[in-house]
């Protein structure tokens, strides 16, 4: 078991003139003082990788450029499940006694600090370096093959990834740090510009600036602790040429063990929050892991389901798709909201209960995925 003691997180959107290196300063700063804790109390650094920013070695570049020294110090590169898997990680460390606190954190202008076409080229190289980059293959274009499928599976339609379109929209509006907050509708999710069919624009998240950082600790310390109970990864086939079945990917592999290993179920879970790089994302993995049966996320998100109020609380910062996407720190936002939430801080987002959560990130095209259950202390 470790301690979750702060976090911080940015606004997500557009930081003219900001740095990887200045929005993980700010965002670490702001961990450090919700944990209650001076730079110096920390030994062990854990950051992301930056786009914008790709040093070979981020990790102790930003140690120096934020007045640190830790013992250990790591560099993590799992797509967009990296920012969970650096939380695994400092769970795995600070158990095993490497370090006693650690920093946990990455940022990047990727909206302002990146060209269009740069980002594209980049995130492109994901594909099979053979078999898939040489076609001109896009991120979104895999997600929407894998749309196609799963509509055809399981009589899924484009009305139902736009439900949870809606959703994210509807979260966000309530979080003043959100990218996005205007609410849209299901009529304007199917209306907006085709990218990659049967995705529109609005079935995708925005290229964001941002940073979120968070320190992990041994010991439960003076800020707002919540325990991290477990934390299991599971990689399946890193392309889709190579994947055996577009409609299941390993979520509920990973999510059942961590689960397992906090002796918890899902009939236990009363907060989520779920990787949602676009609706196809967040409808399957929802799905896969057990918490919509196939075929119905979209029409639960509907009913409410997923509402600050409904039965199962889900992203409600407004997760990728509305909050934001800043690269690794997208991801990390999702475990930010579940801080203030399992801390009774959320103000106006704040669900009645928060005891146990599940998050669930996921890297590549669906291929890298690490569960999280976190516990009030």
């Not at 992203?315 to 939430?341: D, K, R």
Request: proline share 3%; hydrophobic share 40%.
């Amino acid at each position: 078991m470790s301690y979750l003691l702060g976090s911080g997180l940015t606004r997500f959107g557009r930081h003219e003139g900001r740095t990887t290196l200045d929005l993980m300063t700010e965002a670490s700063s702001a961990a450090l003082a919700d944990a209650q804790l001076e730079r110096g109390d920390i030994d062990g650094l854990i950051c992301g990788y930056s786009m914008t920013m790709p040093h070979l070695m981020l990790a102790t570049v930003f140690a120096e450029y934020f007045g640190i020294r830790p013992t250990y110090a790591h560099a993590v590169q799992v797509g967009g499940a990296t920012g969970f898997a650096m939380v695994m990680l400092a769970h795995l460390l600070v158990e095993s006694g490497a370090a006693q606190r650690i920093l946990v954190v990455a940022g990047e202008n990727r909206m302002t600090g990146q060209s269009r076409d740069a980002a594209i080229q980049a995130l492109a190289q994901t594909g099979h370096p053979q078999y898939e980059v040489p076609l001109g293959t896009t991120i979104p274009a895999y997600y929407g093959l894998i749309a196609s499928r799963y509509m055809w599976e399981y009589q899924v339609t484009e009305a139902d990834f736009a439900e949870l379109a809606v959703l994210m929209r509807r979260q966000a509006g309530r979080h003043e740090g959100a990218q996005f907050r205007e609410p849209i509708s299901v009529e304007d999710v199917l209306r907006s510009r085709p990218i990659a069919a049967p995705l529109k624009v609005l079935d995708c998240c925005p290229v964001s600036d941002g940073g979120c950082a968070f320190v992990i600790a041994r010991e439960p310390g003076r800020g707002h602790n919540v325990r991290i109970r477990s934390a299991r990864q599971i990689h399946t086939s890193q392309h889709v040429t190579a994947a055996p079945d577009l409609t299941h990917f390993g979520a509920d592999i990973s999510s059942s063990q961590a689960l397992a290993d906090a002796g918890r179920t899902l009939a236990d879970v009363e907060y989520a929050a779920i990787y949602d790089s676009f609706t196809v994302t967040l409808t399957l993995l929802l799905e896969e892991i057990g918490l919509a049966a196939r075929g119905r996320a979209g029409a639960l998100a509907q009913d409410g389901y997923f509402d600050r109020d409904g039965a199962m609380p889900l992203n409600l910062h407004g997760g990728l798709l509305s909050y934001g996407h800043c690269g690794v720190a997208g991801a990390m936002a999702h475990l930010a909201e579940t801080h203030l939430q399992m801390t009774g801080r959320a103000q106006d987002r704040q669900v009645a209960r928060a005891g146990v959560a599940l998050l669930h990130g996921d890297g590549g095209v669906l291929s890298s995925h690490v569960s999280l259950v976190l516990e009030s202390t």
